[in-house]
């Protein structure tokens, strides 16, 4: 049963614009909704992350944007840069449950310059 | 500190063969995963453990097994390798901060099975 649904499996941004990457939840005990971001060759690292007693969430060009009653979440990535070119993947996990995280499928990003 | 480290970067196995995946932290993290990522699938959870002597089946657990005998080392072990052992495999660590639980990956094994 996949629990994170991620959308759109790529994207093309030029230089300047708006990445958004969205995610959809199936179970409501979620508690924690982190974006990790990956490049090629390398292992994931955590970018930004939120719970759900806050609708937004911003660090620099960054901001997750959380909607408990529809159980969707998205990543805005502002004033998008070549650098930005990565995999970013939504995930969910909640507190009892060790911090297992469960991960959407991810989204290639590619920044035109 | 080192971080989350992997050996090795590379394998290339055989059908039937075995081999253990090596994965050592020097963070002092409790918890310590073992993922594999398929193109388009995201991450898998393969197993986990919270503590030393403690572990736990994931979402994808056959064919593969885990020991946590020291806080520091969490290796994985391939039992009878096949095609669909295919992938790319990471280890993550990880401790409770405040309300977040940053999972700190390593850089990854590559294997094929042929």
């Known amino acids: 049963q996949q629990q994170v649904k991620q959308s759109p499996q790529s994207l093309i941004v030029q230089k300047g614009g708006i990445s958004i990457i969205n995610c959809a939840y199936e179970?409501?005990?979620?508690?924690?909704f982190p974006w990790y971001q990956q490049f090629p060759g390398k292992g994931p690292a955590l970018l930004i992350a939120?719970?759900?007693?806050?609708s937004e969430k911003k660090e620099g060009r960054f901001t997750i944007s959380f909607n408990k009653s529809a159980k969707q979440f998205s990543l805005h990535i502002m004033d998008s840069q070549p650098g930005d070119s990565a995999t970013y993947f939504c995930?969910?996990?909640?507190?009892?449950?060790?911090?297992?995280?469960?991960f959407g499928e991810g989204t290639q990003l590619t920044v035109n310059p | 500190n080192a971080g989350v480290t992997q050996t090795p970067k590379f394998r290339i196995l055989k059908i039937g063969q075995s081999m253990t995946l090596q994965c050592a932290q020097d963070?002092?993290?409790?918890?310590m995963y073992w993922y594999r990522q398929d193109p388009g699938m995201g991450l898998k959870l393969i197993y986990y453990?919270?503590?030393?002597?403690?572990?736990d089946k994931g979402e994808v657990p056959n064919g593969y097994n885990v020991s946590r005998s020291t806080t520091e080392d969490f290796p994985l072990r391939l039992e009878l390798a096949a095609p669909s052992q295919t992938s790319v495999y990471f280890c993550?660590?990880?401790?409770?901060?405040?309300?977040?639980?940053?999972?700190?990956f390593g850089p990854g094994t590559r294997l094929t099975v042929t």
């Open positions: 993550a660590s990880s401790y409770k901060q405040g309300s977040s639980y940053e999972q700190y």
């Open positions: 179970n409501t005990a979620f508690d924690y």
């Open positions: 939120i719970r759900p007693d806050v």
């Open positions: 995930a969910a996990s909640r507190e009892t449950s060790g911090s297992r995280l469960t």
């Open positions: 963070m002092n993290h409790n918890y």
């Open positions: 453990s919270v503590g030393a002597g403690i572990t």
